[in-house]
C-alpha cells in the first residue's frame, strides 16, 4: 500500500515539476529580451504563489472535478515562480561584456543563447528547479484531499484516527522523496556546469534531459488514459472521517461479490460539497450520503424533522434536479449533536443545547472545519439558540476528540454514531429546538450508473435496515480506538449479516 501511493505521489510530483519547467523555461527566456513586461508577469506568478494550495486544489474541482488532473495543474502553478523567477534573473545576471564578445565574434542569437547565457545561468536555474521540486513534493500531501492518492493519503487518515504510524508513513517517504529529488537535480547542475564536462558530453547531457522530460509527459498521457473497459467499473468515494471509509468498503466488497463489475476506490478525505461535485460531475459513480445533508447543504431547504418526509424530499428533487438517486437508507441516523465531558454536564447540569447559554462565555468549541460554515451547523446555532461560544478553534475530527479528553476545548460537534463518544466518556447534549434535521445514511447513485448496471439497486439496497445507531458506533470504535483498518471492519461485518460469504 505504502509503495503504491508512493507511485503515485512521484508521479504526481515528476509530471508537475516537467510541466513547470517547460513552462518557466522558455518564459523566462522570453522575458529576458522583454524586460518592460517581466515585472508584471512574474507579479502574476507570485499571486499564483500566495494562495494556500489547500484553497487552490479545492478552487479548480468545481471546474475541473477531482482526481489527479486538478492536482496537477495546482502542483504545476506552485513549481512556477521559482523557475521562472531564478531563469529570468540569472540571465539577465550573465555578464554582459562576455554576451557583447560573442556577438562580436559572429554568434546568432540563438547561440548566444545556447553558448553563453544557458551555461553560465545554469546553476541560478537550477537552484530555482530544485526548490519547485521541493516545493511541488511537500504540496503534493493535500492532493489526497481531493481523490489525486498519493502519501497525503496516509497522512490525513493518520490524522482522523489519532494515528502517528500512518503519519509517519505517508510523512518520512515524501522527506525522503524530496531529498532524492533535490540530490538528484544537484548532480545534475554539477555535472552540467561550464567545464565540468565535455562539450560532447554536456550535448549527451542535454540530449538525456529532453528524453527525460518526453518520458514524464508520455507516461502522464498513457496513465491519464482508461485501460480495460471503464464501463464495467464502478467507482467509489466516501467523505474525510472513518464512518465514511468504512461504507466505501462495506458498497465495494458488496458490489464484488455480487456482480461481474470492477470496483475502483477512491477514498474522499475532503468534505460533502466535493464529494457530492465529483458524483455530479462522473468522476465517482456512488457514496453515502445523509438526508440532512442533502436536505440543508445542497438544496438550502428548510429543516424537516420527520425522517420519512425528508428521505421523500431529497429522492425527489434530487432526481429531478442532478438525475442522482437515493436508494434505501442503510438504518443509522448520524446526526450531529452538540458533546461535552460527562463530569461538566455534571457540575454545569447540561442535558439539552440551550443549557449551554449557562457555560458558553467560558466554554472552547472544536469543531470541523465545515460544520463552521453550514446552515445545520454553528451559523444556524447561534441564529436559533442565540448562543456563541467564547473561542472556538476548528480542527480534523481525528484530532478533536483527544483535545476535549485533554480539556484543551470544552464542546465538540460529535456524529451521533462516533465509538468515541462512549469510549471517552462524554454527553450527548439534546437539541432541544430541533437545529438539526435528521441524517439518515443511504447509497446516492448516479442515474446512468444505475442505467448501465440495473443489477446495482437490489445489491446496494441488501444494506437496507441493516445497520442502526449501535452498531455503527461499534463498527467505527474497531477503527477509531482498536486500530483495525476499514476494509477487515468492513468484511467482518458483510460476513456476520450473511452478505457475502
Known sequence: MIWSLFVEHAYLSMVSIAIAIIISVPLGIFLTRKPKIADPII???????????????????????????????????????PILRNTYIGIRGVDRSTVEAGVGMGMTSRQVLT??????????????????????????????????????????????????????????PSALLAILLDYVLKKVEMAAQPGKMSKRARKIASRVSLAGVAAVLIVAVVLAMPFGNKQDTITITGKNFTEQEIMVYILGNLIEEHTD?????????????????????????????????????YLKEDVITDPDEAYDYVKKVFKEKYDLVWLEPIGFNNTYTFTVRQEDADRYQLEKMSDLAKVADD??????????????????????????????????????????KNKEIDVVDAFATDGRIVAFNLKVLEDDKQLFPPYFAAPLIRQDTLDAHPELEDVLNMLAGTID??????????VDLDKEQYETVAIDFLKEEGLID
Open 115 to 172: 553558448m553563453i547565457e544557458l551555461p553560465l545561468s545554469l546553476s541560478v536555474i537550477m537552484g530555482g528547479v530544485r526548490t519547485a521540486a521541493v516545493l511541488i513534493v511537500g504540496v503534493a500531501t493535500i492532493a489526497g484531499l481531493i481523490g489525486a492518492g498519493g502519501l497525503g493519503d496516509l497522512i490525513f487518515r493518520g490524522l482522523q484516527t489519532y494515528n502517528s504510524g500512518l503519519i509517519l508513513a505517508g510523512a518520512i
Open 363 to 404: 466554554f472552547i468549541l472544536g469543531s470541523e472545519p465545515e460544520f463552521l460554515e453550514r446552515k445545520d451547523g454553528y451559523p444556524g446555532f447561534q441564529e436559533l439558540y442565540g448562543i456563541s461560544f467564547g473561542a472556538v478553534k476548528s480542527m480534523d475530527t481525528g484530532i478533536m476528540y483527544s483535545a476535549i
Open 469 to 478: 445507531n449501535e452498531k455503527m458506533q461499534k463498527l467505527n470504535a474497531r
Open 261 to 297: 463489475l470492477t470496483v475502483k476506490y477512491e477514498s474522499f478525505l475532503g468534505g460533502s460539497s466535493p464529494a457530492f461535485d465529483g458524483i455530479r460531475s462522473g468522476s465517482y459513480d456512488v457514496y453515502v450520503e445523509y438526508t440532512g445533508t442533502g436536505l440543508m447543504n
Open 43 to 81: 507579479g502574476i506568478t507570485s499571486v499564483f504563489q500566495t494562495i494556500p494550495s489547500l484553497a487552490l486544489l479545492v478552487f479548480l474541482v468545481p471546474f475541473i472535478g477531482t482526481g489527479k488532473v486538478p492536482a496537477i495543474i495546482a502542483l504545476t502553478i506552485y513549481g512556477l515562480l
